[in-house]
């Protein structure tokens, strides 16, 4: 028995051994191979820079092979040089300055105009409005300019002045304005508020903000001493942030001391456990989380954690499946480097990625096929599972917009304005409306919409024709035409365009297409928000739920 005992411990010693001469060797394998490969493309570009034929632009061509061998990687590993510091800054914290407006170009004027000047901010406060047609920035003109023209002229150092001309549609007058620049960064929370039935209301639409669990918090309570008995966190198109935020948002409806999420990476210092670290604020009050397939990274942790710990009932469609976490590192000559240092997995011990990125051949992507993914379990027990973003608990499609209601918003070289000019002659006609959740156009206000658009000889492409042509052609190829032409032309006939007949059809979408931007006007993002509850088929789903406790139980607690 001593000599077997013997034996085993030599040979366990002997795989030891081998073992560590194999990590060795690869280890050494891999340093030869990066230093060969940086002495490869050193010796290139030293060639290159000497005979090319024409004289090279080195931050151009060395930051091309720079991106292209980070885009082979990720889309989250950037490379900012120090001459893009701006973006990196506006990337990090969402802040930039500028007059915070939104444009966009109108192609039927050749120019770019003013489309939603932000509350508050400089735009709102000179007194721009929706419309106005931006003709010059001092003594730069902007006529005929594209919006990225436009903005990079309008944005600059916070403090900094510039005369802005522009004309308003509505009265034909051109106007000055004197504009300060200023820091600029979107409400981390545009809109909440306790509606009907005690249900309270949140919209939380980035997590950039470092106080936006701050503001969440004070919010939450402002609303539970108004009397709020069941809350809803809208975290749609939501595309994530700190982390941090996401942790502290957690915790104000878990107890103390529960790890929410943790960090794993190549590097022991990449390895964190983010627990929760003070009391709760409430750990009882119903919660659903709306969420959809913009909502990513911080929003996933937000409700992929309170789905773990059955401490809320998410709803909606699957979110963007972002389990990867960046950090930023500073570079020589002042460049900044954001890259991907781990993967995050959340309470139940899953990770979310819905995307592997292979590094082979230049680098590609393959998304996480279901039958693929792992099972995990809630804090209670139910199945949950990796990969693929968060699915909902109860999944609520969003009722989907029409083909006509895309080109009657449209912006793009084809549009015919026709739903700008007569929401501009509607604001010239009203200085002032309902409240923002009161507000609805009256049906005579729709007549004189649909009398406007069908003057402008307004035209859209059918889908329906479009899958016509196309099968058409394929009878035509194969042979199939000449005998079926009368019954394709009996289905042509049926599917020629009738657009009153598709106004009509299509009201009900259209009116609160029109009455979402015209509530902008007058109660800006906020306003817009409130505005859409009364038609968001997500959130009344929510509310549904909520007013019936047995379902809302059962979904977190089922009978077994």
Known sequence: MRKLLLSFVVALVGFATTAKAQTDASTSEHNFEVSKNIETFNAIYKTLDMMYVDTLNASDVIGNGINSMLRSLDPYTVYYPE?????????????????????????VLGNTVIDEPYEGMPADEAGLRKGDIILAIDDSTMVGKNTAYVSSHLRGEAGTTFVLTF????????????????????????YYGLQPNGIGYLNLNSFTNENCARDLRRDFLEMRQKGMKAFVLDLRNNGGGLLNQAVAIVNMFVPKGIS????????????????????????VMPIVVLVNGESASASEITSGSLQDLDRAVIL?????????????????????????TSKYYIPSGRCIQAINYKHANGGYTEHVADSLTHVF???????????????????????????????????????SEVLLNWELKYIKAHPTIA???????????YADFKKDVLASKFKYDGETEKYLQQLVKLAKFEGYYDDAKPEFDAIEKKLKHNVAKDLD????????????DLVTVYYYQRGAIENSLGSDKQYKAAVDLLLNPEKYNNILHPKK
């Open 316 to 340: 909606g469609t699957r979110t963007y499946g972002k389990g990867l976490v960046q950090a930023t590192l500073d570079m020589p000559y002042n460049g900044q480097l954001k890259l991907t």
């Open 435 to 445: 409240p923002a959740g009161e507000f609805h156009i009256t049906d005579a206000d």
């Open 167 to 190: 004309k308003r549609p509505a009265t034909g007058k051109t106007m000055k304005r004197k504009i300060t620049r200023r820091a600029i960064q979107m409400p981390d929370i545009p």
């Open 83 to 107: 001459e893009k510091s701006k973006d990196f800054d506006l990337m990090l914290s969402g802040k930039y300055a500028g007059i915070g407006a939104l444009i966009r170009y109108n192609f």
């Open 377 to 415: 379990h809630t804090l209670g027990g139910r199945e949950v599972r990796d990969g693929g973003g968060i699915k909902p608990d109860v999944e609520v499609k969003p009722d989907s917009l029409p083909n006509i209601a895309f080109y009657l918003a449209g912006t793009g070289r084809d549009s």
């Open 260 to 283: 929410i999420v943790k960090t794993k990476g190549k590097i022991k210092q990449t390895n964190q456990d983010y627990r929760t670290t003070v009391e709760p604020i409430d750990t």
């Open 505 to 516: 059809y299509n009201s009900k979408v259209i009116r609160q297409l029109i009455e979402a």
